[in-house]
């Protein structure tokens, strides 16, 4: 098991201390100084260890995607159709954070090959860019005609004022 901050912060402080003289006061400083230099030290450890590990690839990005496979480039898991859940899930990334990390181009898909070309295909089997193209089109002669029409003028109701109530007579 690694030694924590203090015992280190010990070790270091009482080695000092037994090759040179020092106050109480002296100790306490030191023992002050010695851990905050530590503890700069290990956040900046841990900062480069993340910052190495994630810039890493465990492949390379021609490896990763593949005709039939989809391979994280973080961790080296394959045999995915597509990378947006094992990121979000596994690694807590957005596509777009995963992209920006391996300086992969936003006309890459995260997804395989096959799996695109197939998707694509189901998709012009079903006619749905026909049915995406009439949609826009409707939105579009919608659209045309509420900007062409004048706007219609609302009346203002008028506000009746409320009569103070009556005294009641003892």
């Excluded at 049915?131 to 219609?152: D, G, H, M, Y």
């Amino acid at each position: 098991m690694a030694p924590t901050l203090l015992e280190l912060t010990a070790s270091i402080v009482s080695s000092h201390a037994s090759v040179s003289e020092m106050t109480s006061e002296e100790l306490l400083q030191e023992i002050q100084k010695v851990y905050s230099s530590l503890q700069q030290l290990e956040g900046a450890g841990a900062e480069i260890a993340e910052a190495a590990e994630a810039k890493a690839p465990a492949i390379s990005q021609k490896k990763a995607f593949q005709a039939d496979q989809v391979i994280c480039m973080i961790c080296g898991k394959g045999h995915m159709k597509t990378l947006a859940r094992h990121l979000a899930k596994v690694h807590n990334l957005k596509p777009g954070e995963y992209r920006k990390q391996f300086g992969i181009p936003r006309s890459q898909a995260l997804t395989a090959k096959n799996f695109s070309d197939s998707r694509r295909k189901m998709a012009q089997d079903r006619g749905l860019a026909d049915n995406l193209a009439k949609a826009r089109e409707i939105k579009a002669a919608k659209l045309k005609t509420k900007t062409s029409q004048p706007a219609k003028a609302v009346k203002a109701k008028p506000v009746k004022a409320k009569a103070a109530p009556k005294a009641k007579k003892a």
